[in-house]
């Protein structure tokens, strides 16, 4: 087995509301350190040996990822099967 | 200013009842060596230099991550402002 680590975010250029709120609660609480904040999803797949890094692009581009808005990028980890 | 990146996760324990729809949706395209899904956030925040790890652990805490069905880590890069 193989653990993909796929870090999906919204594109720079793209305005994330729910960045601005959190930003905002933290600024109420008293962490004023804070510059931006920008919320982005952390999919964790658990895949067979035989998936290819193409098979996990094409995953990305047809499911997970909104290419529109979105950037993303992936890291494979071996999982041992012990 | 530094950058922590806060990687968040439901625990293990917990059921992922997206990150299910998500191996079915998968399934339904043809990727079948999928074996599980689990669908985590992943929070970018951009802080200033006086910001402590204590202080960010209390940000996860007070605000940011729901602690009693999630797990969190996260990772700190410096970052030049040049």
């Known amino acids: 087995m193989k653990k993909v680590i796929v870090s999906?975010?919204?594109r720079e250029s793209i305005l994330d509301p729910q960045g601005?709120?959190?930003?905002?609660?933290?600024a109420q609480l008293g962490f004023t350190g804070v510059e931006e904040v920008r919320i982005?999803?952390?999919i964790e797949l658990l895949v067979s040996d035989e998936t290819t890094d193409t098979?996990?692009?094409d995953m990305c581009q047809?499911?997970?990822?909104?290419?529109?808005?979105?950037?993303?990028?992936f890291e494979v980890e071996?999982?041992?099967?012990?």
């Open 40 to 42: 982005g999803k952390r």
């Open 55 to 57: 098979m996990i692009h």
């Open 20 to 26: 601005v709120a959190v930003k905002g609660g933290l």
């Open 78 to 82: 071996e999982v041992t099967t012990a």
């Open 8 to 10: 999906i975010a919204l």
């Open 62 to 73: 047809k499911l997970l990822v909104n290419t529109v808005m979105e950037d993303y990028r």
